[in-house]
């Protein structure tokens, strides 16, 4: 779509313009038509956290996925009263897509460490999408589904050359 | 073992389609048999004046007698056609009145029928047979008495009075139609036999059309082209045939109809003349057997259509009623008692709930549960939880066993009964269209009535609603819908207080939250406002200048265009209209779908239609109607709301640069058209929220934003406001299905009705799972600290941290309890209940 007042600026792109760039290079929108992701992109709002703003918490169902447009997060477990910090996410990483079609409890804390702003999508407009286009799960399944599959070689290739006995008993998530 | 209290009482589906026609319309079935037999009888008044004119008056050459013939004639001319108005007027009503009783009952009945049957049926059906299935049907019953009476008996009396005037002519004019009573029919058989071939024809071909386009990929990638074209040919043609059979026998029944009638002159001419030449026959008669013929053939018509509509109309009545024919198993009240009010107890011995499958959803469960207690229903999804609640709630009936409340067998008891006793709050609750106020009150009005809505004396106090919406942690919602809400005209008695709060607030709080907020300063541009009101950057006061007047107010176009804001919101409006019409072109409209950009949903068949008309069109060559509709869609924008376009720095600069000129213009030329923002006057087209704040926020981190909305709570507490606003955001439209509601807003909703209602029993089917971890927790701990004791709880629970406070709690897989006691019991044993509680690992 030319867009008529933004051509010649890249920066002042609307923020639809930007998500559904965002959106055409990702590998969960791949099977999608083009009318599917500009909804996407239409109904996805921004938001901004400060260093220390938890984006989920752990053990609640927040229905919604994120994008980390810009700034860096770490998953955290809470355990025992003991936080375990899992990994960083820096932008452009994606969390939390299960959670748009099913409800689902996320089993980590996400929080911000810089300045950070995300993409959110939430359950509610994802189903308003499906009810549009009905073959929209299904193929953002697929996505997730090879995603999985993905991980699973990477986990059992290290299991292979490493003999690492700790991933034994995580081998099998493929099969769900 | 139901009770048999009621009379012989047929149910909507079981009744025929004649038992319409008499059912409450006697009296007017009655009074149209009247009109009708006095219609027929004026009906023959012309054919015997026509004699008369050409016998006597012309013949005899007497103008006095042929001005009297004629002006009977007129008059039975007159009479006859307002007569058939006053029939087509009772036969409309009485069509109309069926029609309406018949979805009253169809819809009443369709609310009575068990859930499973929903679980089949897409509301889709029901809507359809409620709304179309059954015009035909009605039209019909109005028909039924009018139509066959009114054209046979008119029939009948031509026929009597043409075989008076000339026996043998009278019978040669109807010796036809018997021919045609059995023609007519057999063609319409065959007209019907093959307008069902032809609907399965066009079903195949868009199944074809559908296949084709969805395998696009596959026939163009294998240039299969010629495949896909024979099979689609071959199906057209098919049609084509079938078509051409069916519009050949449709015509054929006119051509015939049409050939009789016709022939039925040739025989009057050929024998009446042959005995007008012989003087058998007088002129007068000849003429009244030739115009007698043409007005047959309307009553004849008239016959064969209400034969097609008494088709049509069983066809589709007994189609509709069979389809929701399925048994309905309660009773909604006694006739001879008021319901029960039953002490909380509910005991369940042996129940087993089996499908018509032979599926086991419950399998000899037994349990007890005593007035006041608590017990949790847990177990993995498809262990027969919510299935074990609802059949206690009687929405599903168990097959076999026993369960009674209160001491009364649930199966036997009325809805009457059930609703006075127990409350349902299920997982994914239904919220109707309307206020929160009527929401809440949805259960406790189906109980007391709806006199107990709002003024009556059985209505709750307000104190009562603020309990149950603290109860269920709907507080704050409500709280935030009323800050949220722009005030009414009638509700001006709360501006100053407001205007008071503003300031408390600002030196309370100015500070911690400036960085968050656009507050309404002159120099700064508020990205969370429209553009309109960042222009005129105060209240209209005058109509000329509210929002949806602008594009009629000439003072205000003059003033875009010497601002050179004219031009750039053209192209701004052309670029929110392009984008929201390729975004949503193809798609059913919904609300949420135009939160993001400023055209309304009611507007985007008008924008869809300026887009294609202006598509290569340059700014200057569009007119003044689409000029208006853009501009108008540029100054709604807002930036901040609205994603969908965006705002350069020099536009926003020009914006600014256009509220110094206009409030200078308005100041010159219209003083005191618009009252300009001020921190001392309420602003009439903002929220309460932004009327406090005296700003927008424009923050959009959920933390700060919570750290605002405590603030705000603290303010309206220290400014004893709270119940106020609360009154006010109960009046906040829920939206259709309570779309406007998130899916926990929802939940607590509906706890808050129950609750609210007090029941006895209260059934929670996963009542809080859209909620989050606090919500849930303070819930349970109301559950546990204030309902304990005073209502009996059931609840299908599907997180276990929140069930250590149940008196009981009953595992149950595929169908069976297997472990019931306490926590510590449970815990304690390790079994399931324990597995479940830390996994596997």
């Known amino acids: ?176 | 073992m139901k009770t048999k209290t009621e009379k012989k009482f047929i149910p909507v589906v079981n009744r025929t389609l004649s038992s319409w026609i008499m059912d409450g319309n006697l009296k007017l079935q009655i009074l149209l048999v009247v009109i009708i037999l006095i219609t027929v009888a004026i009906r023959v008044v012309p054919l015997e004046m026509q004699q008369r004119i050409v016998n006597e008056a012309i013949n005899l050459r007497k103008i006095d007698l042929l001005v009297l013939y004629c002006g009977i004639y007129l008059l039975a001319v007159v009479a006859a056609s307002l007569l058939k108005l006053i029939i087509n007027l009772i036969q409309t009503r009485i069509s109309e009145k069926v029609t309406a009783e018949m979805r009253k009952q169809l819809y009443h009945h369709i609310l009575n029928i068990p859930l499973d049957f929903f679980r089949t049926t897409p509301p889709g059906t029901v809507v359809n047979s409620l709304l179309n299935e059954l015009n035909i049907p009605g039209n019909y019953v109005g028909m039924a008495i009018a139509v066959p009476l009114i054209n046979v008996v008119t029939l009948l009396a031509f026929a009597g009075y043409l075989i008076v005037l000339n026996p043998l002519l009278g019978v040669v004019s109807f010796a036809l139609y018997p021919i045609m009573l059995y023609i007519i029919p057999m063609l319409q058989r065959r007209v019907n036999r093959d307008n069902k071939k032809r609907l399965n024809a066009s079903r195949t071909l868009s199944s074809k059309i559908v296949e084709s386009v969805s395998g696009i990929h596959e026939v163009q990638a294998n240039g299969a082209f010629e495949i896909e074209n024979n099979k689609f040919d071959r199906i057209v043609e098919n049609l084509m045939g079938i078509r051409i059979k069916w519009t050949l026998y449709k015509y054929a029944i006119k051509i015939i109809s049409n050939f009789f009638v016709n022939l039925g002159p040739f025989l009057i001419f050929i024998i009446g003349g042959y005995l007008a030449i012989n003087g058998r026959l007088g002129l007068g008669a000849l003429v009244a057997f030739l115009s007698a013929q043409e007005k047959l053939y309307d009553p004849w018509k008239e016959l064969i259509e209400f034969y097609q509509v008494y088709q049509d109309g069983s066809i589709n009545y007994y189609k509709t009623m069979g389809y929701f024919d399925v048994p309905i198993d309660t009773v909604l009240a006694a006739k001879d008692r008021a319901p029960y009010e039953l002490e909380g107890s509910v005991h369940v011995d042996h129940v087993t709930l089996e499908t018509t499958d032979g599926i086991r959803l419950l399998d000899n469960v037994s349990l007890d549960v005593a007035p006041g207690e608590q017990l949790a229903l847990v177990g993995f999804s498809g262990s027969g939880k919510s299935s074990l609640a609802l059949c206690i709630a009687q929405l599903y009936r168990y097959t076999s066993g026993h369960a009674t409340l209160g001491g009364k067998e649930i199966s036997e008891l009325t809805k009457a009964d059930i609703t006075q006793n127990m409350g349902l709050v299920s997982q994914s609750p239904f919220i109707f269209e309307g206020t929160i106020r009527e929401n809440l009150m949805y259960s406790y009005t189906a109980l007391y009535g709806e006199i107990c809505t709002l003024e009556g004396e059985c209505a709750p106090e307000l104190d009562g609603l603020v309990q149950v919406l603290q109860q269920s942690g709907l507080f704050v919602d409500v709280l935030r819908f009323g800050l949220n809400t722009i005030l009414q005209v009638d509700e001006e008695e709360i501006v100053p207080v407001i205007i008071d709060m503003r300031k408390t607030f600002q030196q309370d709080y100015g500070e911690a939250i400036a960085e968050w907020v656009e507050f309404f300063d002159e120099k700064q541009f508020l990205s969370y406002a429209s553009i309109a009101e960042n222009i005129i950057f105060g209240a209209p006061v005058t109509d000329d200048f509210k929002n949806d007047r602008l594009m009629e107010n000439q003072f205000f176009l003059n003033f875009l265009d010497d601002a050179d804001l004219t031009r750039p919101l053209l192209t701004l409006g052309k670029e929110i209209a392009y984008q929201t019409v390729d975004i949503l072109k193809n798609i059913t409209l919904d609300r949420m779908f135009f939160e993001q950009t400023p055209i309304k949903p009611e507007e985007f068949d008008e924008y869809q239609e300026i887009v294609r008309v202006i598509k290569n069109k340059n700014l200057h060559q569009i007119n003044q109607k689409q000029t208006r509709a853009l501009l108008d869609l540029a100054l709604r924008f807002s930036p901040g709301k609205h994603r969908i376009a965006a705002l350069s720095e020099f536009m926003i600069h020009l914006i600014l640069e256009g509220r110094f000129m206009f409030k200078e213009r308005i100041k010159q030329k219209n003083d005191g058209a618009v009252s300009f923002f001020r921190n001392d006057q309420y602003i009439h087209s903002q929220t309460i929220f932004n009327n406090i704040l005296f700003g927008i926020v424009k923050t959009t981190n959920p933390a700060a934003q919570e750290k605002i909305n405590q603030f705000m709570i603290a303010l309206l507490i220290g400014e004893d406001f709270l119940e106020r606003m609360i009154e006010i955001g109960m009046n906040f439209n829920v939206g259709t299905k309570g779309n406007n509601l998130s899916g926990g807003q929802r939940q607590k909703l509906a706890i808050a009705r129950t609750f609210l209602k007090s029941p006895a029993v209260m059934i929670l089917d996963e009542a809080t799972s859209a909620l989050d971890n606090n919500s849930q927790k303070r819930i349970q701990s109301v559950l546990s600290r204030q309902w304990k004791g005073k209502s009996t709880l059931i609840a299908v629970v599907h997180r276990l941290d929140i069930v250590k406070d149940y008196d009981k709690i009953a595992f149950l897989k595929a169908g069976k309890i297997v472990e019931m006691g306490t926590y510590d019991e449970l815990m304690a044993k390790k079994g399931y209940f324990y597995e479940l509680a830390y996994g596997h690992n």
């Open chain 1, 1 to 176: 779509m030319n867009s008529l007042m933004d051509t010649t600026d890249a920066d002042n792109k609307s923020e639809f313009s930007a998500n559904l760039n965002i959106f055409r290079q990702t590998e969960f929108f791949s099977g999608v038509s083009m009318d599917v992701m500009k909804l996407f992109a239409f109904l996805c709002k921004r938001q901004s956290y400060k260093p220390g703003d938890a984006i989920f918490l752990q053990d609640e169902d927040d229905q919604c996925a994120y994008y980390i447009l810009s700034g860096a997060a770490k998953l955290v477990l809470k355990k025992d009263e003991k936080d375990y910090e899992i990994r960083e996410y820096k932008a452009e990483s994606y969390l939390g897509v299960l959670s748009l079609m099913a409800p689902m409890v996320k089993q980590f804390s996400l929080v911000a460490t810089t300045d950070t702003t995300c993409i959110v999508m939430t359950r509610n407009a994802f189903a308003k999408i499906a009810d549009q286009f009905p073959d929209t799960p299904l193929k953002i399944i697929r996505a997730i589904g090879q995603r999985i599959a993905t991980a699973e070689r990477k986990c059992v290739k290290e299991f292979e050359s490493e003999k690492n006995e700790d991933i034994r008993n995580l081998l099998g998530i493929s099969l769900i």
